[in-house]
């Protein structure tokens, strides 16, 4: 009996352990992190028939279609505390909708809305605003499954300027974000053999009113505008079996084209890759590949003194005329070796070494699900990345099943979300908007439980990036330069008893600056909401929130919100 258990422990790990491996071949193209923000693919790989028929089973007994539409006004006033600055009034009128569904072959969480704020102050005009987050997945045939998802919301614009919290009126470092993706991807066990492929197109567009108010000498980044990326990806390997270890061969490909300064990112991988069990619990990892990337870009329009021209909002004008230089270029063998450690279904740690970009890189994740409520998610991660890549794969790497999250006062998307399936967070993506391709590394962690009657969530992490520029270019500059971005966010929300509901949440953010001259940028924010619901489908809502932000020695503000509303939910 203990041989016989020993060895289902042995078979599951490999069986989950080249599940894993597969998930490398989409792992090499990104930086930022999945869902436990790690090294771990956006999509879904080849992973045993079992595992699958246990997921499509508990879609069949938890089946859920949950479609709310709404209509809303509320009355928002806002001021800063500190400067004597002005008392701002507005009142918004928003429609939108959530929505929640999971069925036999779908799965799809979302909110859209959109608002338009009446402004009664002279320094605070009408303005329309369009907000949400969508993550959905349809499985269309046996192993295929079609995935999408799509994101717009406000965030700085330039990582060295005023991060306010609330992006309210014609606020200057006020950065509107499109981006979506979609595309489809196969998993399935054929012949013996586990073959997985995938295919996913991605477009991020950013838009600009006002260009950040920078401390004295401070050179403004360039600023992101828009990029469409492909990326395509394919595996087949074998379990132990025949062999006392598994393996695996993939090979991928992918490219962004950007606007700005006509940049481009092209690369190519092939790999091979080895599970070795060497216990119930333990496995040995292994890998080596041959990967070849570039990355290049125009220069930008210069003046008389050799000063690169900006737009009104702020961007480098390019210089069609000028050939595409390298500000990355590698080619060569690439490696990693590491461990899997599994004792049980709910646990899981995986850690890697290897060599890439001409460098040492670690990655590594750890999960753990102590209960149907609770999740914990770690991860390192270190890759090359861009605003548009990192976009995309960040949202391919949400969960398809979570609450979103709203900040009460703007109406925008908070930067993590939280669910059964675990949570996610965009904040190393949305702290810069800068147009810059870069290297990434950093360290992101998620919780998300349910105890108590309370429901919460917390998102943490660090995000190193490298600038990446042509040396010969006239912003050649930029070449090197490291920001560092330290992030907290926290949730919680309880239903106090039938018809009432209280939620608070909170964020404190550190911006490193790495340009020379250039001040950190400091912020924090709280905020609480109570929702009572009157009749059917009428809600009224009561919130306040304290915002601060600090540009070290130059700028710093400390605004105070309140908002009362109503919402009818049809």
Not at 22 to 37: E, I, K, L, R
Not at 256 to 269: I, M, N, P, V
Not at 283 to 309: F, H, K, S
Not at 411 to 438: E, H, K, M
Request: net charge neutral.
């Amino acid at each position: 009996m203990r041989t016989t258990t020993t060895m289902r422990h042995i078979s599951t790990l490999a069986a989950l352990l080249l599940a894993g491996t597969a998930t490398g071949a989409h792992a090499q193209f990104s930086g930022d992190p999945g869902p436990a923000g790690g090294d771990k693919p956006s999509t879904r790989a080849p992973a045993s028939e079992g595992r699958a028929a246990k997921r499509a089973e508990g879609r069949r007994t938890q089946r859920t279609v949950d479609v709310s539409p709404y209509l809303e006004i509320d009355q928002v006033l806002t001021a800063d505390l500190k400067n004597g600055g002005d008392v701002l009034t507005y009142t918004n009128l928003a429609v939108g909708v959530d929505a929640a569904i999971v069925t036999n072959r779908a799965e799809l969480a979302g909110s859209v809305r959109y608002e338009h704020r009446i402004g009664w102050n002279d320094d605070l005009g009408d303005s329309d605003v369009v907000s949400g987050l969508l993550r959905g997945r349809i499985e269309a045939a046996r192993g295929l499954n079609l995935e999408g998802g799509a994101l717009a919301t406000r965030t700085r614009a330039d990582g060295q300027g005023a991060a306010s919290g609330l992006f309210i009126g014609d606020a200057s470092n006020v950065a509107d974000i499109y981006s979506l993706y979609a595309g489809p991807t196969f998993a399935r066990r054929i012949g013996g053999l586990d073959v997985g492929a995938g295919y996913r197109f991605g477009y991020t567009k950013v838009e600009v009113d006002e260009p950040a108010i920078l401390s004295p000498g401070t050179q403004p980044q360039d600023i992101f505008d828009s990029s469409t990326n492909h990326v395509a990806w394919a595996s087949v390997g074998a379990r132990p079996g025949d062999l006392p270890f598994g393996w695996q061969v993939s090979g991928g490909y992918e490219r962004e084209d950007a606007s700005q300064l006509d940049q481009r990112y092209e690369g190519k991988f092939v790999r091979a890759d080895v599970t070795m069990p060497i216990g119930p619990t333990v496995a040995l990892l292994g890998g080596v590949g041959y990967e070849d990337i570039e990355i290049g870009q125009r220069n930008p329009v210069v003046d008389a003194n050799g000063v690169p021209v900006r737009d009104s909002n702020g961007r480098f004008i390019t210089d069609k005329s000028t050939p595409r230089q390298l500000s990355f270029d590698t080619d060569g063998l690439i490696w990693d070796a590491g461990v899997m450690w599994q004792p049980s279904r709910r646990t899981s740690l995986t850690a890697k070494v290897g060599r890439r970009y001409g460098d040492t890189i670690y990655t590594g994740s750890f999960t753990y699900r102590a209960d149907h409520a609770t999740s914990i998610q770690v991860g390192v991660y270190d890759g090359l990345s861009s605003f548009g890549r990192g976009l995309s794969g960040g949202l391919a790497a949400l969960p398809t099943q979570f609450d979103p999250i709203r900040n009460p006062i703007s109406g925008d998307i908070n930067p993590c979300v939280f669910g059964q399936q675990g949570g996610g967070c965009l904040s190393n993506q949305l702290g810069n908007s800068t147009s810059a391709q870069y290297r990434s590394r950093g360290v992101q962690a998620t919780l998300s439980s349910r105890f108590g009657g309370w429901s919460y969530g917390v998102g943490i992490g660090y995000d190193r990036r490298k600038l990446l520029a042509p040396l010969l270019s006239p912003i050649g500059s930029l070449n090197g330069i490291k920001d560092e971005n330290y992030y907290l966010f926290v949730s919680a929300g309880r239903q106090l008893d039938v018809d009432s509901d209280l939620g608070l949440s909170g964020y404190v953010n550190y911006f490193d600056n790495g340009a020379p001259g250039a001040s950190d940028v400091q912020s924090a924010g709280l905020t609480a909401s109570y929702a009572r619901r009157f009749w059917r489908g009428l809600t009224g809502t009561a919130a306040a929130s304290i915002n601060a932000f600090d540009q070290e020695g130059f700028n710093s503000q400390l605004i105070g919100s309140a908002l009362v509303g109503l919402r009818y939910n049809f």
